[in-house]
């Protein structure tokens, strides 16, 4: 083999392994948002995928034991357990009746998270007589 011809083909497997790693990375970490009645009506192995869920705390379900945090998310009749262990804190704002986006896995009935984002609905929402910039609205009288 000539030097050009060993040349190209270390390119060649250096190309490959990089697009090879590319395309694993991304499939690894692709989460897919499903609602909470998509979830029930999934096969078991789709729910063995990472997926993102959406849904509202249920009020009065959030309990801790540790390191674990046990709670119920809702989407008008539907509901699903959750459950999420780790030394990462929780959100400010997860409490009950926030709105929460939860990544994790399906198993056991269970859906074990692995990362929480929650917001408020209501520290969101404007002011009576404010606009959504924050300034006062004013309606012209006849």
């Known amino acids: 083999m000539n030097r050009t011809m060993k040349f190209g083909m270390v390119i060649t497997l250096v190309v490959g ?4 790693l590319a395309i694993g990375g991304t499939t690894e970490s692709a989460s897919y948002f499903k609602t909470i009645p998509e979830v029930e009506k999934m096969s078991q192995a789709d729910k063995a995928k ?13 309990t801790r034991n540790g390191n674990t945090v046990n709670f119920v998310l809702k989407e008008g009749d539907w509901k699903m ?12 704002t997860f409490k009950d009746g926030s709105q929460a986006l939860i990544d ?13 984002a929650a917001k408020c ?3 969101y929402e404007a002011k009576p ?12 009288k006849s």
């Open 17 to 20: 392994t990089l697009a090879w």
């Open 50 to 62: 990472k997926l993102r869920v959406g849904g509202i705390v249920e009020p009065g379900t959030i």
């Open 81 to 92: 357990k959750i459950t999420y262990a780790s030394n990462e804190p929780l959100p400010d």
């Open 104 to 116: 994790g896995r399906m198993g056991d009935g269970v859906f074990h998270a692995t990362k929480i």
């Open 121 to 123: 609905a209501s520290k």
């Open 129 to 140: 007589g404010q606009n959504y910039k924050g300034t006062a609205s004013y309606e012209k």
